[in-house]
């Protein structure tokens, strides 16, 4: 089965030989691309779309969010647009609503988001636990993750739970033992929420050695909600990605820099511990945007992400990140589509997908629009015409 997309007016790559190309038009043939080229000579195909000279873009990639929750926390928002401010504490509320909730009222809301996510061109999303908290809960908020997506992520480490208040190192000891091994047929990845309020450096050091141990690769939460150890842990530890980086040091930066490697991939791009940023929890917190142009200027990879959450975060929308980074973090429309597709794909340790370039996925999406800097230019409005997940329109 194959598919020519043609008289694409832009077509964005990040790939580092092709850039961004005009009049052109691609082929995906079996879910991979397959020819890239001028539209005046392109190969048939079994089936054409025609893109009426609308920009074509890789699908995004979203590394960042927590679908698998019940319940929503409305009044929590409105109470911080009046001035309370965000210190994660709500997190137990929704561990409460999803502990109560069936297998099936999980399964609807998460397909509910992970097709919201897809109509605005998300074609890759990572899911977390993290609200179920007990060994039960934690195994099929995995498992029910892992209907959707195989980049599910263990988060039994999100926050202490109220039963363990008193004593943290036993819910520690709680997740790199009984939970953990329930989790693991589901993962792939395990994450950690190190901050003030969370996990110290010391506890969640000894979550992510065992998620190693078990075989799980490495992500932590740090430095949302004030400067702490979280990134310093995360690169001593080699995870794919720190998350948030919203208060960072001079020695936080510079320690995300001295893991950048070459990258392999024929993107624009280089890999080692990704800094993930989440404007969309800076938009619904109040909080200061991370400053994306020290970590670029550093040489730093930065990946863009939703967060998507019923707490800090509630938007599934990569559209709308990337115009928040262009409005209010100083990237350039193209470095922020770069960080929502190929960051993305970094920050999870993918080369088959965030870029358009011969034997990469055909995750492709055609905006309603002639070039990607209408998706900061006119936010808020729907441009994604049509998403291609593994070559087949959605
Ligand atoms: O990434 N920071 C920790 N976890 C989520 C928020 C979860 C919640 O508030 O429910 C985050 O922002
Ligand atoms: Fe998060």
Redesign the pocket.
């Known amino acids: 089965m194959s598919v020519l997309i043609t008289d694409i007016g832009e077509l964005f790559t990040n790939d580092h030989s092709l850039g961004i190309r005009h009049d052109m038009a691609v082929v995906a043939e079996d879910g991979l691309i397959a020819w890239i080229g001028p539209a005046s000579s392109a190969p048939a195909a079994d089936t054409v779309l025609n893109a009426d000279g609308a920009a074509v873009l890789p699908g995004f990639v979203d590394s960042?969010a927590?679908l698998i929750?019940a319940g929503d926390?409305a009044p929590e928002f409105a109470a911080r647009m009046a001035g309370e401010s965000?210190t994660?504490g709500?997190?137990r509320t929704?561990v409460g609503a999803t502990r109560a909730a069936s297998d099936d009222e999980l399964r609807r809301n998460a397909r509910r988001l992970v097709g919201e996510a897809l109509r605005q061109g998300t074609t890759t999303i990572e899911i977390k636990s993290?609200?179920g908290l007990n060994v039960a809960d934690e195994a099929r908020s995995l498992r029910i993750a892992a209907e959707f997506t195989s980049e599910t992520t263990f988060?039994g480490a999100?926050?202490v739970p109220a039963e363990y208040r008193d004593d943290p190192w036993a819910y520690v000891a709680l997740v790199t033992g009984p939970m953990l091994n329930a989790a693991r047929p589901y993962a792939r990845w395990i994450d950690v929420?190190c901050?003030r309020g969370?996990f110290d450096a010391d506890q969640a050091r000894t979550v992510l050695a065992a998620g190693q141990a078990a075989g799980l690769g490495l992500r932590v939460?740090g430095n949302?909600?004030g400067p702490g150890p979280g990134v310093a842990l995360a690169v001593e530890m080699g995870a794919a990605s720190v998350?948030?980086c919203t208060h960072l040091t001079g020695d936080d930066v510079d320690a995300l820099a001295s893991t950048v490697i070459d990258c392999m991939c024929h993107c624009d791009g280089a890999s080692g511990t990704v800094a993930t940023l989440?404007p969309g929890?800076e938009f619904s917190?109040r909080s200061p945007y991370p400053d994306a142009r020290r970590l670029l200027g550093a040489g730093v990879t930065v990946a863009l992400a939703t967060?998507c959450?019923?707490?800090?975060?509630y938007t599934s929308s990569m559209p709308f990140c990337i115009a928040l980074a262009v409005r209010d973090m100083g990237l350039t429309p193209s470095e922020a589509v770069t960080a929502a597709t190929a960051g993305g794909a970094h920050a999870l340790r993918r080369t088959d997908i965030g870029r358009i370039s011969v034997g990469a996925r055909a995750d492709l999406i055609v905006l309603d629009a002639p070039s990607h800097l209408h998706l900061a230019y006119r936010p808020g409005v729907p441009l994604i015409r049509t998403v291609l997940h593994d070559g087949v329109p959605q």
């Open positions: 960042h927590h929750f926390r965000y994660g709500g997190i929704t993290g609200y988060l999100h926050v929420f901050e969370a939460h949302q909600l998350d948030h989440l929890a917190t967060d959450n019923p707490g800090s975060s």
